[in-house]
């Protein structure tokens, strides 16, 4: 089942004014996550704008039917950030409940959870 990724493209860290401002941190975020899924089949990404975690950019959210879902913060765009991301959310792909054993984690996303969301219960 697909695991989606939604990046905040509009997400500006801290100093992101003393920078050239050509993209916001989020827009920069979102395309190395982009790069770095590319060629998943379990793993898509989308763009919002805003995640209403403004305080804690760059934000995501790591979702899938049925699973559980999260939101994780506090990212700087770099890379090794959005591999990291993108690994997380391969692994949650190939969970039935979205839970990943935090053995598992990559390093590069710990610390950076902020909410988890349980699945919606199933209509009767
Ligand atoms: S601007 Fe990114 S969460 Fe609000």
């Given at each position: 089942m697909t695991t989606w990724i939604t990046i905040c493209d509009t997400c500006k860290r801290e100093?992101?004014?003393?920078?050239?401002?050509?993209?916001t941190d989020g827009e920069a975020f979102a395309a190395l996550i982009e790069a770095a899924a590319?060629?998943?089949?379990a793993v898509r990404t989308r763009r919002v704008s805003c995640l209403m975690g403004c305080k804690h950019g760059c934000n995501v959210a790591i979702q899938g039917a049925g699973k559980l879902n999260y939101t994780l913060g506090n990212?700087?765009?770099d890379p090794d950030a959005a591999q990291g991301v993108v690994a997380y959310a391969r692994m949650h792909a190939a969970s039935e409940t979205g839970q990943v054993p935090f053995r598992e984690?990559?390093?590069?996303?710990?610390?950076?959870?902020?909410t988890r969301h349980p699945p919606l219960p199933v209509d009767e």
């Open positions: 100093g992101w004014e003393s920078g050239d401002m050509a993209q590319d060629d998943l089949d990212f700087t765009p984690w990559p390093v590069a996303i710990k610390g950076h959870f902020v």
